[in-house]
C-alpha cells in the first residue's frame, strides 16, 4: 500500500492512495466476475496426508502432524502414524473415527456490511456474514478473525487453515489499516499517544501509525497489528472518543477497491501467492 508521508514529521498520512475509501453498494452479492479456484490436481494426482486434513478444514498442516502421531487418523481402515504419508482423493481418510473429505483451497473477500456478526452459527438467531456467502462455492469456508457487528470492511474467508492460523496468529504482525469516524475532534496529543502506546486493561497498546485523514479531525486512519478483541474501539474510548463508523480498509495487503459494501470476490492467484509467503 502506497501512503503519502510528512516529511518534516514522519507520518503517514491517510487516506493511502488508491485505496477505494469510498464505496457504492450494488446488487447481488458477488463483488466481480472472479471465480472459485479449479483444482489444480489430477484426481489421481496423490497429496501428504497433513495437507489432506488441512484441506478438509480440520486444522493446520502442522497441528495435522500431530494428530497423526497420535493414532487418531486413519487412511483406508489403517491407522496412519508417519509423517510424510500420500493419499489420493479415493482414499478413506478418519480424524478420531469421523470421516473427512478433502476440500479445493478457496479464498475469499468481502466488505462485510453493518448489523453482520463473524460468526459461523449464531444461537440468538442473528445474521451472519455465512449468510452472504453461501452461495460463494461449494467448499466450507470460515472467516479468518472477525469484525465486530458494527464495524465494516475487509473480511477474509477460506477453508485453508495453515494461512488462516498464519493471519491470526500475532508473531507474524499482520497489518491491518481502519478508518474511524468519531463524533468529535480528535486531539492531535491522542494522536501521538496512540503511536507511543497506552495502557489498556488487557495490557499495552500502540499504534504504527495514525494521522487525520484528508485533514479532518473527525476521520482518523489507524495502521496496526493487533488482533485484540475491539481493539480500536477501546484505543478510542480510552480518551473518551465515541465512534460513529469503523470500517477497515486494508487488510494482509489486500484492500476494497472496487469491491462495494456487502460484495465479495475470489482472490486473484498473485494475491493468493502473496499471502503464502507470510511466514
Keep these: 500500500m502506497k501512503q503519502s508521508g510528512n516529511k518534516k514529521t514522519g507520518k ?3 487516506p493511502p492512495k ?4 469510498k464505496n457504492k453498494a450494488g446488487k447481488g452479492n458477488q463483488g466481480s466476475k472472479s471465480k472459485p479456484r479449479k483444482s489444480t490436481y489430477a484426481d489421481d494426482n496423490k497429496i501428504r496426508l497433513n495437507r489432506y486434513i488441512a484441506n478438509a478444514g480440520v486444522c493446520s498442516r502442522r497441528e495435522a502432524d500431530v494428530i497423526i502421531t497420535t493414532g487418531a487418523v486413519t487412511v483406508n481402515g489403517k491407522i496412519v502414524t508417519e509423517l510424510g504419508v500420500k493419499v489420493d482423493r479415493s482414499d478413506v481418510v478418519k480424524v478420531n473415527g ?6 479445493q483451497p478457496q479464498y475469499l473477500l468481502m466488505n462485510k456490511p453493518k448489523d453482520f456478526i463473524t460468526t459461523v452459527n449464531d444461537p440468538q438467531g442473528r445474521k451472519t456474514v455465512m449468510h452472504l456467502v453461501r452461495r460463494a462455492c461449494k467448499e466450507r469456508i470460515y472467516p479468518v478473525g472477525r469484525l465486530d457487528r458494527d464495524t465494516t470492511g475487509l473480511l477474509l474467508f477460506t477453508n485453508d487453515g495453515d494461512l488462516a492460523k498464519r493471519l491470526t496468529h500475532p508473531k507474524h504482525r499482520i497489518k491491518k489499516v481502519y478508518h474511524v469516524f468519531t463524533e468529535k475532534n480528535v486531539k492531535a496529543e491522542h ?3 496512540w503511536t507511543e502506546g497506552i495502557e489498556l486493561e488487557d495490557g499495552f497498546i500502540k499504534a504504527d501509525a495514525v494521522s487525520y485523514v484528508k485533514d479532518n479531525k473527525k476521520q482518523v486512519g489507524i495502521e496496526l497489528h ?3 478483541n475491539r481493539i480500536v474501539r477501546r484505543m478510542f474510548e480510552h480518551f473518551g472518543y465515541k465512534i ?3 470500517d477497515r480498509v486494508y487488510f494482509a495487503g489486500l484492500t476494497k477497491k472496487d469491491l462495494p459494501r456487502g460484495k465479495y470476490r475470489f482472490l486473484s492467484q498473485q494475491e493468493i501467492t502473496l ?3 507470510i511466514k
Design 98 to 103: 469421523e470421516k473427512i473429505r478433502a476440500e
Design 191 to 193: 494522536l501521538k499517544q
Design 18 to 21: 488508491k485505496q477505494g475509501w
Design 275 to 277: 499471502l503464502k509467503m
Design 244 to 246: 460513529k463508523r469503523l
Design 226 to 228: 493487533s488482533g485484540k
Design 12 to 14: 503517514k498520512s491517510y
